[in-house]
């Protein structure tokens, strides 16, 4: 993977209602995609991970993601947010040849009452 | 299961002091082990990564350094700290082979002062 774009730096929305974060990367070979989450003050949590098989992906938290070859994007979904998913949200990807990850700059979520 | 811990969570330290921040993973064994960082406003940024004893890759040009003195031990050090220093450093690990998922520890705050 050469390059991971976020490409939204904060994504406002009102509690309850859904969000797309966005996320696409430049390779021509195969990869492994993932979305991480980091709480204020925190490590990097884990939330989903496409490594082969179906190309959607759930997740922790009700969240849920859909890898699209064609586009190579790998946009990560929730059709209901909660104030408690306020966070930063992180997607990387890498080269299933290469154990490197190239992250995204990184999303905000804010939610708003 | 797995679990990854590193300490310590909070310091601040004086310009041109040492720094050792340590970091050790549980219920695994050779894994690969990562220093990452992140500025304040920034994303992540790898530092350094080994995957084994001894083995270490340093990413960038900087005066911090690395090592693995134990097969589930990872520290980050520095001889003389730097105002550029300051940031959340996490450490890391993943499974070799496992598919590149990597686990993040609680991070460490660093404020050089």
């Known amino acids: 993977a050469q390059s991971v774009t976020q490409l939204d730096s904060q994504v406002p929305v009102f509690e309850e209602a859904p969000v797309e974060l966005r996320c696409n990367y430049s390779?021509?070979?195969?990869?492994?995609l993932f979305w991480y989450v980091q709480y204020p003050n925190q490590g990097l949590q884990l939330l989903l991970k496409?490594?082969?098989?179906s190309t959607l992906v759930k997740g922790i938290n009700g969240f849920e993601a859909e890898f699209n070859k064609s586009q190579t994007s790998f946009h990560l979904r929730k059709p209901s947010v909660h104030i408690s998913d306020t966070a930063e949200y992180f997607c990387?990807?890498?080269?299933?040849?290469?154990?490197?990850?190239?992250w995204g700059a990184g999303t905000k979520l804010i939610i708003k009452p | 299961s797995q679990t990854i811990h590193q300490w310590p969570a909070t310091l601040v330290q004086p310009v041109g002091s040492p720094l050792s921040l340590e970091c050790t993973v549980e219920?695994?064994?050779?894994?690969?082990l990562y220093w990452y960082r992140q500025a304040a406003g920034r994303g992540l940024q790898l530092l350094f990564y080994?995957?084994?004893?001894?083995?270490i890759s340093s990413e960038v040009p900087q005066n911090l350094s690395a090592s693995r003195p134990q097969d589930r031990q990872f520290i980050l050090s520095s001889k003389k700290l730097l105002l550029s220093d300051s940031g959340f450093y996490l450490c890391?690990?993943?499974?070799?082979?496992?598919?590149?998922?990597?686990?993040f520890g609680e991070g460490s705050w660093l404020t050089v002062v």
């Open positions: 890391a690990w993943s499974v070799q082979g496992g598919g590149n998922t990597i686990y």
């Open positions: 219920g695994t064994s050779n894994p690969n």
């Open positions: 080994s995957v084994g004893i001894g083995q």
């Open positions: 390779s021509s070979v195969s990869v492994y």
């Open positions: 496409y490594l082969s098989g």
């Open positions: 990387a990807v890498s080269e299933t040849s290469n154990y490197q990850l190239i």
